[in-house]
């Protein structure tokens, strides 16, 4: 029995050796202008738009959960091309058996292979081989070879037929890939839209506060002109009041830093006690785009259009796949046995061997069974419903494009006018300003410019975050946003 036991062991080797070690992979990035080796368990307060991208990479829960994902996605299309290699199947017993006319021990060893061919052709291939040895009836073995042939004449026969599963399969990766493309871009786009909405949250602190400082500055002006009998003294009153509502801007500001800080680190997966800061310096540039050029780089770049195009490669191989299940079965089968019996007992040696061989056709036609052609039917709708999709794809991303190359030439052209917004309403108050000195206008129409200037810096600061914001949706909308930022995918 050792020699069996040998021979299990080996035979289970191959099966031990295929244990899959579930090690995703992770995105990186070579682009410079961050330090790699970024660390916020210290008390480093300032980040970065490059730091909190690597971050990202290497903390995101989404980006982590997709690599997952393609551990599996990735064996599932290494057991599709193990089709067509060979297949080896081990059934073996041993059974020691008690009875009242005897005792025996019973042994049996019976591999099988199996080998399908890339035109539908069958082989297998299996050996037998029994020991029984009793106390009475004595010593019996028997082994066997047992060869067969099935060549399939209608279904499951021909390439296309065979192989259509195999390259559903490999479309399949290529459709996994592409999502895990856009999962990667609309993780890092989402990281870079709230670290500006951090660094938004607090360039409208520093606004409330200098505006507070301001209407400090305000307040001893008033003071000034009351003491020299050339105020009233109860327009003082608008002053403070106008102090009191820059303290509760100062207030809700920095509850909006708080805030914008949490959702930055919850998207980083950072302890959320974290203290850090944006240091990245608000500025912008202007970008001339041209839309056929962005729409035909689009068609090229963007997942979620070129995952469209592989749906319909993907139907036109299920329609495939349904034509074949719904035809007859009808295949050319031979094949060739021998077998071998030894006996021992008291009667004497006994040895016997035989052999014979088939040669034939076998049929499974169905009929008035339907449901045979419902996969088929689907199939096609299948596939002409794609073609309509494939259509509207297209046009909501030529629609897509356009949007946002018009969207980011409006933006900066906002910017611009937002400038010069700012430039009016400083140089209006401190006109206003030096007149309310001399005596020559009110507290009210001071206060009036201080307000104005508070909006015309806010309208500028969010002017100058959209057009950073429309920038990066441009990235996003042309698929280049890995490119942009130099990530790899590292997807082997």
């Not at 020991?131 to 067969?148: E, F, I, K, Q, V």
């Not at 037929?161 to 990667?184: D, G, W």
């Not at 202007?286 to 962005?294: E, F, G, L, N």
Request: net charge neutral.
């Amino acid at each position: 029995m050792n020699k069996w036991l040998a021979l299990l062991t080996l035979v289970s080797l191959p099966a031990l050796a295929t244990n899959v070690v579930i090690n995703p992979s992770a995105p990186s990035t070579t682009r410079s202008g961050y330090d790699r080796g970024v660390s916020l368990n210290a008390q480093v307060t300032t980040m970065t738009l490059g730091d909190a991208v690597y971050l990202g990479l290497r903390n995101n829960p989404a980006i982590r959960s997709a690599y997952l994902q393609r551990v599996a996605q990735k064996f599932d299309l290494r057991v599709a091309e193990d089709t067509f290699n060979p297949k080896l199947t081990l059934n073996s017993y041993y059974r020691s058996t008690r009875g009242s006319a005897d005792n025996a021990r019973n042994a049996n060893l019976a591999p099988n292979a199996t080998l399908l061919g890339e035109y539908g052709t069958r082989l297998s291939m299996a050996w037998t081989q029994q020991l029984n040895n009793a106390n009475r009836a004595g010593r019996y073995r028997s082994d066997g070879l047992d060869l067969a042939i099935i060549q399939p004449l209608m279904r499951g026969a021909g390439w296309d037929a065979t192989t259509a599963p195999l390259r559903l399969s490999r479309l399949s990766e290529q459709a996994n890939r592409l999502n895990l493309k856009a999962t990667v871009a609309q993780t890092i786009s989402q990281i870079i839209a709230t670290y500006r909405e951090l660094l938004r949250a607090q360039e409208q602190l520093t606004i409330v506060q200098d505006a507070l400082k301001r209407s400090g500055t305000l307040l001893e002006v008033n003071k000034a002109l009351i003491n020299a009998g050339r105020m009233a003294e109860f327009e003082i009153v608008q002053t403070e009041a106008d102090i009191a509502t820059q303290q509760l801007g100062v207030e809700e500001a920095q509850n909006q830093l708080d805030s914008s800080r949490l959702a930055l680190l919850r998207l980083l997966a950072l302890d959320l006690s974290t203290p850090i800061r944006a240091s990245e310096a608000l500025e912008a540039k202007p970008m001339q785009i041209d839309k056929r050029a962005a729409f035909n780089l689009a068609q090229n770049q963007q997942p979620e259009y070129l995952a469209a195009l592989l749906g319909s490669q993907q139907a036109d191989l299920n329609l495939v796949i349904a034509k074949d299940s719904g035809r007859w079965q009808v295949d050319l089968v031979a094949g060739a046995n021998q077998v071998r019996d030894a006996y021992n007992n008291d009667a004497g040696n006994t040895n016997n061997r035989t052999w014979d061989s088939y040669a034939g056709v076998q049929v499974q036609i169905p009929i008035g069974d339907i449901s045979t052609r419902q996969a088929e039917v689907r199939a096609r709708v299948n596939v002409e419903d794609q073609e309509i999709r494939i259509t509207d794809a297209r046009q909501e991303l030529e629609r897509s494009v356009n949007d946002v190359v018009r969207d980011l030439g409006t933006r900066w052209r906002q910017y611009e006018i937002s400038q010069r917004a700012v430039e009016l309403s400083r140089r209006k108050i401190e006109i206003e300003r030096e007149k309310l000195s001399a005596g020559r206008s009110t507290n009210f129409q001071v206060l009036s410019f201080e307000t104005d200037l508070r909006n015309a810096e806010n309208a500028q600061l969010n002017a100058l975050i959209a057009y950073l914001n429309a920038q990066t949706q441009l990235d996003l909308t042309l698929g280049m946003t890995l490119e942009s930022w130099e990530i790899a995918l590292n997807d082997y």
